[in-house]
């Protein structure tokens, strides 16, 4: 599984968008990259994934660069609720285990 | 429809005692994780299991931990005996395809 580097916390204003980067240089042809976010006391919860093209769901946007060595989680507009630890992951998909890094540490502030 | 279930939230022990946590899995899910997350890291896989077969058991400690799937349905971990160390958030999970889902995991106290 590649590695993948983001920075340990970030703060955004509530109503504004919340862009998450993710390192991922070493990612393989076949590795998906997946977002999942924790909020305090709760399990990990799956946001997104992608391959090589941009996706959008009811939740946030992924955007992934054309060398698909980087890419960035948008949440259009953040909640208080929002606030959270941003895990990103590469992942061959299917069942195989998923290699959580520290993740980014989301605030949101009112 | 409802999630993965663990139980219990919460458990207290002292060490060398043994100890036991429960998880049922999203209905039709025939794939089930068990990850350990310490203190300010990101959870790590201990097991895999595809229906009742345990498939990827490499990062279990298997001197004091063991884990079954019976019916490949619901399935339970074990700690036995308990260190100071194994004071963990422990975390189910479950997939069908392409996402996991997880439980909201049990906390494990070691005194």
């Known amino acids: 599984d590649a590695k993948t580097t983001q920075p340990p916390s970030m703060d955004c204003a509530e109503g504004r968008a919340a862009n998450l980067p993710c390192n991922h240089s070493?990612?393989?042809?076949?590795?998906?990259v997946y977002w999942y976010r924790q909020i305090h006391s709760q399990g990990p919860q799956y946001i997104i994934h992608?391959?090589?093209n941009n996706e959008t769901n009811e939740m946030a946007s992924l955007i992934i660069t054309e060398d698909r060595k980087s890419s960035t989680l948008i949440l259009p507009h953040a909640t208080l609720r929002d606030t959270a630890v941003y895990y990103c992951?590469?992942?061959?998909?299917?069942?195989?285990?998923?290699?959580f890094g520290q993740g980014t540490r989301l605030t949101i502030n009112p | 429809e409802a999630g993965v279930v663990q139980s219990p939230r919460y458990k207290i022990i002292e060490k060398k005692q043994p100890v036991a946590f429960w998880c049922n899995p999203i209905?039709?899910?025939?794939?089930l994780y068990w990850y350990r997350q310490n203190l300010g890291q990101g959870p790590e896989l201990l097991i895999r299991?595809?229906?009742?077969?345990?498939?990827?058991d490499s990062q279990l400690p298997k001197d004091r931990f063991s884990a079954e799937r019976l019916k490949g349905v619901d399935s339970t971990l074990k700690i036995q005996p308990a260190e100071l160390g194994d004071s963990a958030v422990y975390l189910c999970?479950?997939?069908?395809?392409?996402?996991?889902?997880f439980g909201p995991g049990t906390r494990l106290l070691v005194l």
């Open positions: 999970a479950s997939s069908l395809g392409e996402t996991q889902y």
């Open positions: 070493t990612i393989s042809g076949n590795e998906y």
């Open positions: 992608g391959l090589k």
């Open positions: 992951i590469a992942s061959l998909g299917g069942a195989q285990k998923l290699v």
């Open positions: 209905s039709g899910h025939n794939t």
């Open positions: 299991y595809e229906n009742e077969e345990a498939v990827d």
